[in-house]
């Protein structure tokens, strides 16, 4: 995707842009594509977050345009986005000139009555319609007026060679949007809508100009990345146009693919679905060291009422089996999940099998919620009614489970050596690096700065919270 430098006129001066993203890495990879666009129409792009310390004595931020990019995947998301919109609505009251925006799926589900209830907000992009940002930027300009494109057809996935990324040897890389997934709480369907991939062969071509351009990590995204399929309908129509068959290139295949890209050091995903974790998908893993060995597969509950009542396509025993087989297949895969408190009809016996599970498999790591009803979602006809004193009280049981898994878990690393890919200096000693592992454990050690970009040998010493001290080894 080209913008096209002519469809609008460039700012009367460097007018200057705070990003703010909330949600999923999918939302982190928009708002890469927005800040590289705009910066590519002569807008300076603000690196710091517009609530902290780019304010005048007057309490107005400096931006001249602050963008927020929004998740609608849990209430407590929303919140954060409703307390900013107040804060730059008095802002707005001492620089009328300010200009406000909204991106993402927020966009996508509450629509025109963010207008109504902010009259403060200029602009409303939709998942589906980044590359109109610059556009309807100079719309408010030059109009005052508010104005929004939200297109509700399409892939939301835009790859151009303008975008902004932060770090030089790491990529999101989208390759599908959407889920055809009925979970009942989840809102996915209705923000990016339904499953669409990108074509193999435009994934392949953009992993390898990444590469080309010095990224050295990919990380494939999709709100469903394992059920890939490789085949758009265009693609299916013109193929059919020629009288061909057209082939389904699986996830397991695409991800072969890349790995055979030279130069490229490590490839990652997220997240998946338990459905479509399959064998095939683990054989690719352990045959090919490129591949992390970071596996998130969400399992929302150890109750099968719950997850039967969740719409999750899976008992607790088929998950475990997957946990099994995949553990049998990449002996050093490193598991991390998803695990709800508190869902509609949730009992204390549900919420003991959940944590039950939590201890029988182990997980490396997980993201553990309330529940928080989610408008137009089939949970939403729900009754909600674990009372939120109890969800908090079964929220922090499983955390602290949880965080006392994860630090015996972690533990069992000290003294190890492991291939560290350094990615930058430390913030907070710039005498060291900051690198991941392929498990995706973050690791500080001491380190010249022209190691950044490769792997290098360290011998684990120190755990701090989720962070491990090294030593080159």
Known sequence: MKSDDQEFAAPQKSMAVSIKTFGCQMNMYDSEVAGGLLQHQGYKILQ??????????????????????TCSVREHAEERVYGRMG????????????????????????KDKLFKRFPQLDLMVGTRNVADLPRLIEEVRRTRRQVAQIKQEGISIEYTDQIRREGRFHAWLPIMTGCNKVCTFCIVPITRGSEVSMPARDVYREASRLVQEGVQWLTLLGQNVNSYNGISPVDRAQTAEKGLAARNVSFPELLESL???????????????????????????????KI?????????????????????????AEYREKIKAM??????VSITTDIIAGFSGETEADHEATKQALEELRFDGAYIYKYSVRPGTPASKLADDVPLDV??????????????????????????????????????????????????MKVVFEAAPSRIGSFVKVRLDKLTHETFTGTVS
């Open 48 to 69: 710091e977050d517009f609530t902290k310390d780019r304010q005048d004595d007057t309490g107005v931020p400096t931006a001249d345009i602050v963008l927020m990019n």
């Open 87 to 110: 804060m730059l609505g008095k802002a707005k009251e001492k620089n009328p000139d300010l200009i406000i925006g909204l991106m993402g799926c927020m966009v996508e589900e509450h």
């Open 259 to 289: 790995c055979q890209i030279d130069g490229l050091k490590a490839l990652s995903f997220t997240t998946s679905h338990p459905h479509d974790a399959t064998p095939e998908l683990y054989e690719v893993i352990e045959r090919n060291p």
């Open 292 to 316: 992390s060995r970071r596996f998130h597969l969400p399992l929302q509950s150890g109750s099968d009422r719950m997850l039967k009542r969740m719409k999750r396509l899976h008992s607790f």
């Open 327 to 332: 553990r049998g297949m990449i002996p050093d």
């Open 391 to 440: 969800k908090e009280k079964r929220n922090q049981e499983l955390l602290t489970l949880q965080k006392a898994i994860e630090a015996e878990n972690r533990q069992a690393w000290l003294g190890r050596e492991v291939e560290v890919f350094a990615e930058s200096p430390s913030t907070k000693d710039p005498g060291k690096l900051v690198g991941r592992t392929i498990h995706e």
